[in-house]
């Protein structure tokens, strides 16, 4: 089988729209290839949510563990956000060896201060230097090349939110003549939205933020393609469903004591998919070879 950073760059080059559910675990990224994802992304913010660390305290290792895990369970290629890269282009250096050697595929880079701070969330920008930004992914590109020329990496701008579209756009012609793969955006309106893919010399990545509080546009992955987008990130996807559906289910059960938003039916369905996906079939099958067969013993069915 190719590698994953192989497959990834054959879909960036055949110019393979890029879907990109936001998951945070093992299970999450199994159910979204069983049900046909290409590709799927470990975001910084289902990262800190999920572990309630947050966001901006997450540090690489704990960011590269959680990817890892879930490109360990999968067949299909994993994209990382890499937030600041952890420093400056030395530490962002180190970061594209870390992912490469955990198997994650590509990552996106972008031009935030580091130590990220916890503000980012309430879309407070702090914006490192043109050049500066510039030799972080100049470096990142190098060290690409270095380790595996086939990993992706993707330039990420958040100076729309500060200096405004003609300075992210500058960003992204900039990180496309240093050897960046890809480039992402935030564009505010409608009008940059449909601009950005023309403007800025990369395939471009556009972030579908459900939930923000700004008013940033949403799209579906048909409407971004047709603009001309290369992929689209659904950013906090797993972590939104994860609390709302939880939390109607935990509020009942406190209630009444019981749960009725599945029906028996549907649960004995959910389960036997959760024992699908993780495999357990072919664990009952070993077993009745090897230590069941031994013992004389059938194995209960649950």
Known sequence: MKRMTTQLRALVKAGKFLELPA??????AKLA?????????????????????????????EQITVAANMAKAVDIPVIMDAGAGWGEPLHTMRTVRECIRAGIAGVHIE??????????HTYVAHNIPFNEFRDKIRLACVQRDQTDRDFVII?????????????????????????????????????????????????????????NRDGR???????LEDMG??????????????????????????KTGDYTGISQKDYITARKGVEDLIGLEDYYRIERETVEKTEGKKPKRR
């Open 23 to 28: 998951v945070h675990d093992p299970l999450g």
């Open 33 to 61: 290839e069983s049900i046909g994802f290409k590709t799927i992304y470990n975001g910084g913010f289902v990262t800190g949510g999920s572990t309630t660390i947050s966001e901006p305290l997450l540090t690489m290792t």
């Open 111 to 120: 031009d935030q201060l580091f130590p990220k701070r916890a503000h980012y």
């Open 155 to 211: 330039a990420r701008s958040d100076a729309c939110r500060e200096q405004g579209y003609k300075e992210a756009v500058k960003r992204m012609r900039m990180a496309c003549d240093e050897g960046a793969d890809m480039g992402l955006i935030f564009p505010r309106t409608p009008a940059e939205t449909k601009s950005a893919p023309k403007d800025c010399k990369l395939p471009m990545v556009y972030v579908q933020s459900r939930g």
């Open 217 to 223: 546009p949403l799209y579906s992955f048909k409407q």
């Open 229 to 254: 987008y290369a992929g689209s990130i659904d950013a906090i996807l797993s972590v939104g469903v994860q609390y709302h559906f939880m939390r109607k289910a935990l509020l009942e059960l406190k």
